[in-house]
């Protein structure tokens, strides 16, 4: 929102309080979602582990194989891309027949020193791809330990 000053009185604000109030990003809340490109953002968790960083994302009716996971180096990208074909059948002529499309395309720079980026394995189910990035040996978390004073 722009902060914008005006000089007036009451009845001078009224109207463009009102085209404020129907400009805001309320009445577009079907596109609230979407990138840019138009393409869906899903929604990600990550929560560390002693272990592991584990990444979730939300991606519901997909399939796994609508998936593509790549690691380029420390850059580690999860896309997706869905199209739905209706197919006629016979003489059908149709009046409306709206196409159907998904994607997106999300990138995590990964720590080269931390993770463990031979191990990385995903699975999608319930509708949640579920990344497991394990760390390396020497960056998990060490438990305190006690040290002697000579």
């Keep these: 929102m722009t902060i914008v000053r005006r000089n007036g009185n009451l009845l001078n604000h009224l109207p ?20 840019n490109t138009n393409t869906t953002i899903p929604a990600v968790n990550i929560k560390e582990t002693g272990d592991n960083y584990e990444v979730e994302v939300a991606a519901p009716g997909m399939n796994k194989k609508d998936f593509k996971v790549q690691l380029d180096g420390n850059v580690l990208t999860l896309s997706s891309e869905k199209e739905n074909e209706q197919q006629s059948s016979g003489d059908e002529k149709y009046i409306t027949r709206e196409f159907s499309y998904q994607s997106f395309y999300r990138t995590f720079t990964l720590q080269k020193d931390v993770v463990d980026a031979d191990k990385i394995q995903a699975r999608y189910e319930d509708g949640v791809l579920h990344l497991m990035i394990p760390k390396k040996e020497e960056a998990k978390q060490k438990p305190p330990r006690m040290i002697e004073i000579a």
Excluded: A
């Design 16 to 35: 463009t309080f009102f085209d404020d109030f129907f400009n805001r990003d309320i009445f577009n809340w079907n596109t609230s979602n979407f990138s």
